[in-house]
C-alpha cells in the first residue's frame, strides 16, 4: 500500500496575511491526519513565513520550482539551497505552466530533478498531455518521452525518492476533470514504465499523484483507482474547506 500524498500547488496567489491564514486553518483541519503526506507550496516570498507556521506540524513545505545551480549570476532564480534553508522538502518541477509559459524542456527538468536529489529534495515531477495531443490520440506517446526524458540517468535509489504527478494540460484549472478511468489509464502506463527503466520494486513504491480540477467531491472516485496514489490540487487547494476536504477524502 502506497501512502497517499496530497499536495497543494498554490500557484502565484495569496499576499501573505492570506498564506498564513491558510495554512493556519490546515493545521487546525488536519491536526489528527496521520495516515497521508501533506504538502503545501507557497509563493517563494512565503517560504519562511509558512515554515515557522508549519513547524511540528504534519504539513510539509514544497517549492513550485528552482533552479539548477547552487549560487552565482543566475538573476531572479532560487537554487536548491535556498529552498532546503527556507525549509523546504519538497519541490514541484516541470509544471506545465513552466513548460508552457517559461519553455522548460524534459532535458532541463531533468537537470532540476537531479539537482534536487543532491540536496535531499523530494521533487513532484508533472507529466501530462494537452488536449490537441490527447485528441490527436497521441498522450501514450508524448507522456512517455516526458518520463524517459525527465527521468534519464537517475539511479533506482534516486527514484525512490521521487513523486510523479500526472497532470493532463485540458484538466488543469478548467473544471474539466479527467474520468477516473482516464486517469487510471495514464497512471498505469507511467506504472509500466518505470518498471522497464527501473524494476517493479521502484514501480511499486513510486507515488503518482493526479492532478487537474482535483476538488472534495472527485477525490475519493479518483483515489480509488489502483494506480493513483494523491493529488496535486491547484485552484481547491486554496481555501481551508476545499484542501481539507480532499485531505480528507476517507473519512
Ligand atoms: P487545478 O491545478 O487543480 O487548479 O486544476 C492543478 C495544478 O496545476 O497542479
Known amino acids: 500500500m502506497r501512502r497517499p500524498i496530497l499536495a497543494g500547488n498554490w500557484k502565484m496567489n495569496t499576499s501573505l496575511k492570506e498564506a498564513v491564514e491558510l495554512v493556519t486553518g490546515l493545521k487546525r483541519e ?3 491526519v496521520t495516515d497521508a503526506d501533506i504538502v503545501v507550496c507557497p509563493p517563494f516570498t512565503h517560504l519562511t513565513t509558512i515554515r515557522d507556521v508549519v513547524a511540528g506540524s504534519n504539513i510539509a513545505l514544497g517549492a513550485q520550482n528552482m533552479y539548477i545551480a547552487e549560487e552565482g549570476a543566475f538573476t531572479g532564480e532560487i537554487s536548491p539551497k535556498m529552498l532546503k534553508d527556507s525549509g ?3 519541490v514541484i518541477l516541470g509544471h506545465s505552466e ?3 509559459y517559461f519553455n522548460e524542456s524534459d532535458e532541463f527538468i531533468n537537470t532540476k530533478a537531479k539537482k534536487a536529489l543532491e540536496h535531499g529534495l523530494t521533487p513532484i515531477i508533472c507529466v501530462g498531455e494537452t488536449l490537441d ?3 490527436q490520440g497521441i498522450t501514450g506517446k508524448i507522456v512517455t518521452t516526458q ?3 525527465c527521468l534519464a540517468g537517475l539511479s533506482e535509489s534516486d527514484m525512490l525518492k ?3 504527478a500526472y497532470e493532463p494540460v485540458w484538466a488543469i484549472g478548467t473544471g474539466k476533470t479527467a ?6 489509464e495514464v497512471h498505469a502506463l507511467i506504472r509500466s514504465l518505470l518498471t522497464e527503466l527501473f524494476s517493479e520494486t521502484v514501480a511499486q513504491k513510486i507515488r503518482i499523484q493526479y492532478g487537474g480540477s482535483v ?3 472527485n477525490i475519493a472516485g479518483l483515489m480509488q483507482e489502483k494506480d493513483i496514489d494523491g493529488a496535486l490540487v491547484g485552484g481547491a487547494s486554496l481555501k481551508v474547506s476545499s484542501f481539507a476536504g480532499i485531505v480528507l477524502f476517507n473519512k
Open 162 to 164: 521521487c513523486v510523479i
Open 215 to 217: 476538488k472534495p467531491d
Open 147 to 149: 518520463i524517459k526524458g
Open 133 to 135: 495531443q490527447r485528441e
Open 88 to 90: 523546504c522538502t519538497y
Open 179 to 184: 474520468s477516473n478511468a482516464q486517469a487510471q
Open 30 to 32: 488536519l491536526a489528527g
Open 98 to 100: 513552466r513548460r508552457q
